[in-house]
């Protein structure tokens, strides 16, 4: 069984910054790309970036500039640094995992639970 557990969020002036963490952890063979993702109420959930096991980031036009993704394979980790943060920023934050197991022989996508980051002043 695979568990993603995000970590970091929470209440931030506009213009401050956030740290958030999500760590892998489980019966895991191997991790293939992982990402993050956002939701606020009402709203869809949108790409916010994603990275390749290889260390590519990848992110939507929007979300260029402000947001860098990494990750730590050793850790089974993948961070989302977040700069310059608006109150349309505010959004729950959910990480992605695409992994295989080791009782399967095929890649999945895994979801944590979500963290809540919150921009207001």
């Known amino acids: 069984q695979v568990q993603l557990v995000e970590s970091g969020g929470g209440l931030v002036q506009p213009g401050g910054s956030l740290r958030l963490s999500c760590a892998a952890s489980?019966?895991?063979?191997?991790?293939?790309?992982m990402g993050w993702y956002r939701q606020a109420p009402g709203k869809e959930r949108d790409l916010v970036a994603d990275?390749?096991?290889?260390?590519?980031?990848n992110y939507p036009d929007s979300m260029k500039g402000r947001f860098t993704i990494s990750r730590d394979n050793s850790k089974n980790t993948v961070y989302l640094q977040m700069n310059s943060l608006k109150p349309e920023d505010t959004a729950v934050y959910y990480c992605?995992?695409?992994?295989?197991?080791?009782?399967?022989?095929?890649?999945?996508?895994?979801w944590g639970q979500g963290t809540q980051v919150t921009v207001s002043s």
């Open positions: 990275i390749t096991r290889g260390g590519s980031a």
């Open positions: 489980g019966s895991i063979f191997s991790i293939n790309t």
């Open positions: 992605n995992a695409v992994i295989r197991t080791w009782s399967i022989s095929s890649y999945n996508d895994y």
